[in-house]
Each structure stands twice: as structure tokens, then as C-alpha cells.
């Protein structure tokens, strides 16, 4: 039971690249996260996913955009990377709305 | 906007004592869930407990256990017989229960985080 898969683990971007941070879990969660955390801070949520179709931003949306391309898969885009991206991404979900949010093991984004 | 705060940066504690880490949130609704994660250098967030507002025993899990003070708004963890794999950050985290609307669904705000170093 791999739970919640993210990929890449490491990614060194340069300023103005792209990229999608990938992530499946197989949990059979309805909603599902994108948070970051910043060094010495704790996480901040960028968007999330209710439940299949939908998706809404979260406290930090700015700069990102996200797909929820099945219950199992939900995609996190930087469109146009920023150094202020540089950041530990992660990916999380959770089965009803009452129920533990569980984590990926994190995605390390550097952006020079 | 619900507010949660961990007044301590740093604690400390020697193996096989006991340590206290401190949260209180700002919040009007009145109910909720409230979580403390811990989360070792790896940076892996591991739940450690989990407490629903509605209920009035403070939850238990091993040697870790909670108080909860729902009219202060404090939510403290009790670390007892600490053991050296304890050392990590830990994160108080608030939920809201979802409102019809959908627009608290699910957010958990995480307060700035306690790092517990346990000296042998």
C-alpha cells in the first residue's frame, strides 16, 4: 500500500521554467492538497481538491495551477518558476471531510 | 481567519521524562479537529493525534496524550517516557468541520512548529 506517491522527490528549476509536481494516492481519498512549507514555517495550503472535478485555491494559490485528473491523481503546476517557489511541496488527501489528513513524503523544488 | 500559534520554538527534555509542547488557536466556530504531526529530518509528517472538539475526553494514544481546553482554545501534547526517536518538529494543526458551503472543507492551518531535541 504505497499511500500517497509524489513525484520527483528533488528538482532544481531555473527562473522561468515550468514544471508539474505529480501526485497518486491509493487511498481512495475524495478530497486532496497541495500544501508548501517554507524553512522554520509550518504548511501553508496552496489549493485543494474536494472531491473529483473540482478544485479550489487555498491560502497561497499565487503563481500555481492544479489538476485533478481523477480521484486518484492531482497535479500541482508552475506555470512560469520563481525563486520565492523554492520551497518543500507536499501532497496529502483524506477519505470524508472529518477524517486525518494523511502526507506524501514531499517534493524538494529549488529554483535558481 | 482561524489562527493557530506555538508559542514555543524550541523544548528540550532528557530521555525517559516527560515534556509538554503548547498550542492554542483562534477560532469561531465551534466545531472542529485538532491534530499535532510530527515531522523528523526526513520532513515525512506523521500524525500523532487527533482530537474532534465535540468530544470532551482528551484523546490518548501510547505515550502521547492531549489537553484539551475547548473554552481557552489551548490544545496542548503531553510527551511522557520521551524516547530519542521523539526528537523532531512537531506541528499543531486546526480543521474546520466542513460547513455546507464547502468553504472550510478540509483546510488544515498548521501553527509555526516546536522543535524537540531529547538528550540521552
Known amino acids: 500500500n504505497a499511500g500517497v506517491t509524489q513525484t520527483p522527490k528533488f528538482q532544481v528549476l531555473k527562473t522561468g521554467q515550468s514544471m508539474t509536481l505529480q501526485c497518486a494516492q491509493d487511498?481512495?481519498?475524495?478530497?486532496m492538497y497541495w500544501y508548501r512549507q517554507d524553512p522554520g514555517m509550518g504548511l501553508r495550503l496552496i489549493y485543494y481538491?474536494?472531491?473529483?472535478?473540482?478544485?479550489d485555491k487555498g491560502e497561497v494559490p499565487n503563481g500555481y495551477n492544479v489538476s485533478r485528473l481523477n480521484k486518484r491523481e492531482f497535479s500541482l503546476r508552475l506555470e512560469s518558476a520563481a525563486p520565492s517557489q523554492t520551497s518543500v511541496y507536499f501532497c496529502?488527501?483524506?477519505?470524508?471531510?472529518?477524517?486525518?489528513?494523511?502526507f506524501g513524503e514531499g517534493s524538494w523544488l529549488t529554483v535558481v | 481567519a482561524q489562527t493557530v500559534t506555538q508559542s514555543q520554538p524550541e523544548m528540550s527534555v532528557q530521555e525517559a521524562e516527560t515534556v509538554t509542547l503548547s498550542c492554542t488557536y483562534d477560532?469561531?466556530?465551534?466545531?472542529?479537529?485538532l491534530f499535532w504531526y510530527k515531522q523528523p529530518p526526513s520532513r515525512q509528517m506523521i500524525l500523532v493525534i487527533r482530537?474532534?472538539?465535540?468530544?470532551?475526553q482528551n484523546a490518548t494514544e501510547n505515550r502521547f496524550s492531549v489537553n484539551f481546553q475547548k473554552a481557552a482554545k489551548s490544545f496542548s501534547l503531553k510527551i511522557s517516557d520521551s524516547q530519542l526517536g521523539d526528537a523532531a518538529m512537531y506541528f499543531c494543526?486546526?480543521?474546520?468541520?466542513?460547513?455546507?458551503?464547502?468553504?472550510?472543507?478540509?483546510?488544515?492551518?498548521f501553527g509555526q512548529g516546536t522543535i524537540l531535541t531529547v538528550h540521552p
Open positions: 487511498m481512495n481519498h475524495n478530497s
Open positions: 477560532t469561531s466556530e465551534s466545531d472542529y479537529y
Open positions: 481538491s474536494a472531491s473529483e472535478g473540482t478544485t
Open positions: 496529502a488527501g483524506a477519505n470524508r471531510p472529518g477524517n486525518t489528513i494523511y
Open positions: 482530537q474532534e472538539a465535540y468530544k470532551q
Open positions: 494543526a486546526y480543521r474546520p468541520f466542513p460547513n455546507a458551503g464547502g468553504t472550510s472543507y478540509g483546510k488544515l492551518t
